[in-house]
């Protein structure tokens, strides 16, 4: 959230560019949904096109003016050591003999046929720790589930949470597990938490259900989350409903997305969790096997990358390795059979982006869904 409130009380806003702050607050939002830990935000326009632009592939830095270096051809794909050194990605989860949490194909839910859930946002859960000093501990058989509020990083007290060991919501799918979180800090966990066991498989999904008392709380789905290890601690995220407004205005302008429609987000990272540099990410229509058609209008289907800057930029092709390899769209029809494809050259001999892993995505309608298009490993 630091990042969030620097980048509206920075520069941009100085400089009276308001918009873009606020479509840049979206796009960070649906970032901290699918990584919970985006980096700083430092330039002034989402789509400033000014300075020199370098090749992505030998810099991973901004050019003058803000200009991210996401453009062109997609290069080899390497992620940055904290030095800003590229290196080779790990690929060892996609060698013969490698091990990985496969996420099961799911069923492709119609528009308003969503099992009940007639879910909004997003929120993510990619890593486990233990807890707290001074909060309750977990036993052997059980985790604590801690849900906060994705800006504030707040306990969200009071809310219902689904938990599915299925990983999918599909077919109006019963929850395995159902909590509240914890009012107290005296309540299992702590304020805001709640336990509950481990499920049995490698990945699960879970929902927060929407709450009109404060915190008014929209609806939530996630899914593609690695079970924890026993006795440890599950980061849940959560979000309200007026951010949730404020951010759909500043990407469309409007607090609403087209009816019945999905916004996805999604990352490119290697076996060990790095965020890649020149991952494609590419939204496919299993009817056509064609791309899903964009453009700029308010209902159209619009995707993104960030560049290094932590700015959408439209003109980027691919994406960055610092701070977060993200993209995103919003207006996604949930109608029929899509599937998300990750992409990339995965060495020199590879003259263009070819297909590294894809997941056929759940869909759902007037809801933000994270779903992860490559292989899962205990590191992520």
Request: overall charge negative; proline content about 9%; aromatic content about 6%.
């Amino acid at each position: 959230m630091w990042n969030v409130i620097r980048m509206l009380g920075g520069p941009c806003a100085e400089a009276g560019h308001r918009m873009d702050a606020l479509r840049t607050r979206a796009t960070l939002a649906l970032a901290l949904m699918v990584a919970a830990s985006i980096a700083s935000a430092e330039g002034c326009s989402s789509k400033s096109t000014s300075g020199t632009s370098k090749d992505a592939g030998h810099d991973t830095s901004t050019g003058e003016g803000g200009v991210t270096l996401c453009q062109g051809a997609a290069p080899v794909l390497m992620w940055a050591d904290p030095s800003g050194t590229l290196q080779p990605p790990d690929w060892s989860c996609y060698e013969d003999g490698g091990t990985w949490a496969s996420p099961p194909t799911p069923f492709v839910t119609d528009a308003g046929d969503d099992g009940g859930t007639d879910a909004t946002p997003d929120a993510p859960a990619d890593e486990t720790s233990t807890p707290e000093a001074g909060m309750p501990e977990a036993s052997a058989q059980q985790d604590i589930f801690q849900l906060t509020d994705f800006t504030t990083h707040a306990p969200a007290p009071g809310a219902t949470v689904d938990i599915f060991f299925g990983n999918t919501l599909a077919g109006g799918a019963s929850p395995d597990v159902t909590g509240v979180t914890s009012t107290t800090d005296a309540g299992p966990g702590g304020l805001g938490a709640f336990l509950f066991a481990p499920p049995p498989a490698p990945v699960f999904g879970y929902r927060v259900h929407s709450q009109t008392t404060t915190p008014a709380l929209q609806e939530v789905i996630q899914l593609d989350n690695l079970t924890p290890a026993p006795g440890t601690l599950f980061p849940g995220n959560s979000i309200t409903t007026s951010e949730y407004e404020t951010l759909i205005a500043g990407v469309l302008g409007t607090a609403h997305t087209a009816p019945g429609t999905a916004v996805i987000v999604a990352g490119a990272r290697d076996c060990a969790s790095h965020e890649l540099l020149g991952g494609v990410l590419s939204l496919i229509d299993d009817a056509t096997g064609q791309p899903v058609p964009t453009g700029t209008g308010a209902t159209d289907v619009q995707e993104s990358y960030f560049g290094t800057d932590n700015f959408p930029h439209p003109e980027c092709t691919h994406t960055v390795s610092s701070p977060i390899a993200l993209w995103s769209a919003i207006n996604v029809p949930v109608g029929g059979s899509l599937t998300l494809q990750f992409l990339g050259r995965m060495s020199a001999s590879d003259s263009a982006p070819t297909l590294i892993d894809q997941r056929k995505l759940e869909l759902y309608g007037d809801i933000i869904m994270i779903e992860r298009p490559y292989r899962l490993t205990p590191l992520q």
